[in-house]
């Protein structure tokens, strides 16, 4: 076992020197000392299976050997150039990554996180269309920079000081938590009709939430308009679905009025969602710009911004786009060897495969448990949001969530939060894992959860 400081005094220091912001994920937090593929180890020894992978990130596996190897090949041959030089990992990574990208969209630009990505497509939209408004939805997630933060709209994230100028929100097309319902036309193995008689799910769904976006587009300063930021599925907000066909008509009415449409797919690209490789093919649309990171790398810090040749000019024209550290030799290597990994190993395959069976034996949970609002997701990724009943659909307190979230991990089962209220538990391990995992995780969560009922009864 590797030996560090003891706990203690990593408390202390994490207390007195590191982001006063609350980091800590649960009330004993973890401290990790090792990984491999889907498991992670404390520094007591004890082993966890990693059902979040570090927020959506490790997706063919902590420390997989094959990307390790290469890493530390390249590490002894040139870690660092800066992208004013040439060398062959960043021209083999640019012709790897293009060939899954439909025409016209083939021209990257490499950074480092899905913050950066972000960034520099709010910037290529406005260059392309001579536009400045921006939309995203309210629940969204896009990052964290001053630019970005205008973008993002959920929970927490959400900032109380000026930033985003010229971002807008519209409604997000929620199945689960929105007006009129609509959760039987998502993109899902599991759909759910809503309990509560105020709302019931309506057949008319997706037409409601549009009408909601034109009347964005139609009300708002941003008649003419730069961009629409979307994710195919929402991470940070706690695998929120749209109904099928919405990004369709919704990316329509966005080029009517002169914008681009951008996919984030920091979270659902690389095959995590089964189905399709990248998300946005999963709504069959087809956008100008794509944003990618966290899985791109495998926890390697790196992302990218794919466009077409078109769009790539016009920011040519406005900006000399130049990032120091965005396609190094180190990173484009490693990300060759992630894109490899997938391939040889079918992972988009077993996303499919093991993530239906996933969201179908945790469906079940649905039907034993009153305060298990909903199950959804694709391959992957998947939601359990928690409600007080379903009749009311209120979120569950975040107490009780947590509650059950410590539970997990004293069991052994690492797994995610999210939603507006911290009311969502976010599945989404790495793509390698089988179905004996999934059924060792149902176990552990359904315990964790008859846990709970025995504590709210007493
Ligand atoms: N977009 C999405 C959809 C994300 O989930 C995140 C990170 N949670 C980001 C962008 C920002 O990525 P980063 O943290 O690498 O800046």
């Known amino acids: 076992r590797y030996q560090s400081l003891p706990y203690s005094r990593v408390l202390e220091i994490h207390k007195q020197h590191l982001s006063p912001v609350e980091t800590a994920y649960f009330q004993k937090p973890l401290l990790l000392h090792q990984g491999h593929m889907e498991w992670l180890f404390d520094s007591e020894g004890n082993r966890y299976l990693d059902f979040f992978s570090g927020i959506v990130t490790v997706s063919v596996g902590h420390c997989h050997p094959k990307v390790t190897t290469v890493a530390q090949k390249q590490m002894d041959r040139l870690w ?4 004013v030089f040439f060398h062959p990992p960043m021209h083999e990574y640019a012709e790897k990554l293009s060939a899954l990208l439909p025409e016209p969209l083939k021209v990257i630009f490499l950074v480092n996180s899905g913050s950066e990505a972000n960034d520099l497509a709010m910037v290529m939209a406005r ?3 001579n536009h400045t408004d921006l939309i995203s939805f309210r629940g969204a997630y896009h990052g964290c920079s001053p630019y970005t933060l205008g973008l993002t709209n959920v929970g927490i994230y959400k900032v109380e ?6 971002c807008q929100s519209t409604m997000c097309p929620d199945v689960f938590r929105g007006p009129w319902g609509g959760s039987y036309c998502r993109d899902s193995p599991v759909q759910t009709v809503r309990k509560c008689s105020c709302a019931p799910d309506c057949c008319q769904a997706k037409e409601q939430y549009i009408e909601q976006f034109k009347e964005t587009l139609n009300t708002s300063v941003a008649k003419s308009i730069a961009g629409f930021f979307a994710e195919p599925i929402q991470g940070v907000n ?3 679905q749209y109904p099928k066909e919405f990004l369709k008509e919704a990316f329509a009415l966005v080029r009517e009025r002169g914008g681009v449409c951008i996919a984030d797919e920091v979270q659902t690209g690389f095959g995590r969602l089964g189905s399709h490789f990248w998300g946005f093919q999963s709504h069959d649309v087809l956008p100008d710009i794509v944003t990618m990171a966290k899985g791109i790398g495998n926890g390697f810090p790196m992302a990218a911004v794919v466009t077409t040749p078109e769009i790539a000019k016009s920011l040519a024209k406005c900006l000399h786009h130049f990032n120091t550290f965005g396609g190094s030799p180190l990173a484009c290597a490693i990300g060759s060897a992630v894109l490899e990994v997938i391939k040889e190993e079918n992972l988009q395959k077993n996303s499919q495969e093991v993530g239906t069976y996933m969201l179908l034996k945790f ?4 039907d034993e448990f ?8 694709k391959g992957l990724m998947m939601g359990i949001e928690m409600v007080q009943d379903k009749m009311s659909r209120q979120p569950l307190p975040k107490t009780e969530v947590n509650q059950i979230h410590e539970a997990c991990k004293d069991m052994g089962l690492l797994v995610g939060r999210g939603g507006n209220f911290s009311q969502t538990f976010r599945i989404a391990p790495p793509m390698c894992i089988s179905k004996l995992e999934v059924d060792f995780a149902f176990e552990v969560f359904r315990a964790a959860l008859i846990q709970h009922m025995e504590r709210r009864a007493k």
């Open 80 to 83: 660092h150039t800066s992208s």
């Open 127 to 129: 260059a392309y269309s």
């Open 161 to 166: 000081l000026p930033s985003g100028m010229g």
């Open 238 to 240: 706690g695998v929120v």
């Open 363 to 366: 469906a079940e949970l649905r």
């Open 370 to 377: 009153d305060i298990v609002g909903d199950v959804r997701g």
